[in-house]
């Protein structure tokens, strides 16, 4: 299977390193952002979802109107629009974007976050209603007829969508957590589970139980991985540039309070970084460690030879999907394409090529 390289748009330029300036939505930027990674290969851009950024479903449409190849994961929270009303959203944007645009299913990991935009339901129920939601989206967009439905988050009557997703039966659902309530709500409803990046060894293990869960409904989902990869041109050089960001982003955040994870994601991470700093080959925690694992925060660093190998290492476990972001975004960016993708690209294509011809010379 070919991968699949997600990238990373914001609606404006801001990172651990590089503090936030002019207006929360700067429509340049996006357009800028977004020819970028079209030029450098990638499948598709994260769009993110946080509760004091600017709307995602209108950062998507301006993105679609300035690309022509370049797809979309649109991170969206269940909880806030009722599921018959994002499925007809998320379908006309599936439409405009002519067939380019997945949905990234974000149950939330901090309650304090979920307060800002009104919500006070708990974690495990978060991820039930998560459920729930998924469940009703599809039925949305692929029922013929009307129809009710009675559960324990929604109730509806009648519901019934003209608006169909381009993408037949429905756009791709993507979907991540690190908690139990996260693999049973989620596995038997994704197409696409989504992990950050751990040492392989734990990565296989977790891979193991979402597809252990999602067996007993009768599904498959594929998996994607999240790195922040740190590229130079010598191994020596890469992490010296890793260390220097380090360095800048503590630098950044001295004085501020530590930031406390509730996410079981984000412990995983951490509980990683205190077995050691660098795991396999060039998996590096200390940065995790700096912001909190806040997120996609584990750096795989090395020249691009390195850093291809160890994500195919990942590809090899079932990522074939693969979320990778800079921490300069923009110019790394414009790196990953020049050096990095077209090496993976080359690995995965190898891998493939070869696993066909022992098929048919084991038949």
């Keep these: 299977m070919p991968v699949e390289m997600i990238g990373w748009i914001a609606p404006r330029v801001s990172s ?20 970028i990674h079209e030029r450098a290969g990638f499948d598709r851009v994260l769009i993110g979802y946080f509760s004091e950024a600017p709307d995602g479903f209108l950062v998507g449409a301006h993105t679609a109107s300035i ?16 599921p018959p009303v994002a499925a007809r959203k998320l379908a006309t944007l599936d439409q405009l974007s ?44 692929t029922e013929p007829a009307p129809f009710d439905h009675v559960g324990e988050f929604y109730r509806t009557r009648g519901t019934y969508s003209e608006i169909r997703c381009r993408q037949q039966p429905y756009i791709p659902i993507y979907g991540g957590g690190g908690s139990d309530a996260a693999i049973r709500a989620l596995a038997p409803h994704v197409d696409v589970y989504m992990l950050w990046g751990e040492p392989l060894r734990e990565t296989a293990r977790f891979m ?28 020596g050089a890469a992490w ?3 260390r220097d960001i380090l360095d800048r982003v503590l630098a950044n955040r001295a004085g501020a309070p530590a930031p406390r994870r509730q996410n079981v994601g984000s412990q995983r991470l951490l509980q990683a970084a205190e077995k050691a700093e660098v795991h396999d080959t060039c998996l590096w925690t200390p940065l995790a460690v700096a912001t909190g694992a806040s997120g996609n925060s584990t750096a795989l660093v090395g020249t691009p030879e390195t850093v291809a190998k160890a994500l195919f290492e990942y590809y090899k476990l079932g990522a074939t999907s693969l979320l990778i972001r800079g921490y300069d975004p923009r110019p790394d960016a414009v790196q990953y394409g020049e050096k990095l993708i077209p090496r993976l690209r080359e690995l995965v294509a190898h891998h ?7 098929g048919v010379e084991g038949r």
């Design 16 to 35: 651990e390193l590089i503090p936030p300036t002019g207006p929360p939505f700067d429509p340049g930027v996006v357009a800028e952002t977004a020819r």
């Design 67 to 82: 690309t022509e190849r370049l797809g979309f994961l649109l991170a969206h929270r269940p909880g806030f629009v009722a």
């Design 98 to 141: 002519a067939g380019r645009l997945a949905v990234h299913i974000i149950v939330g990991g901090s309650d304090a976050d979920q307060a800002k935009d009104g919500d006070w339901t708990g974690h495990d129920a978060r991820y039930r209603r998560a459920a729930e939601y998924l469940s009703l989206l599809r039925r949305t967009w």
């Design 208 to 235: 193991g139980r979402v597809r252990r869960e999602a067996a007993l409904c009768g599904r498959s989902p594929a998996f994607s991985l999240s790195t922040r990869p740190i590229l130079a041109s010598t191994n």
């Design 240 to 242: 010296d540039r890793a």
């Design 352 to 358: 493939e090529a070869a696993s066909c011809v022992g």
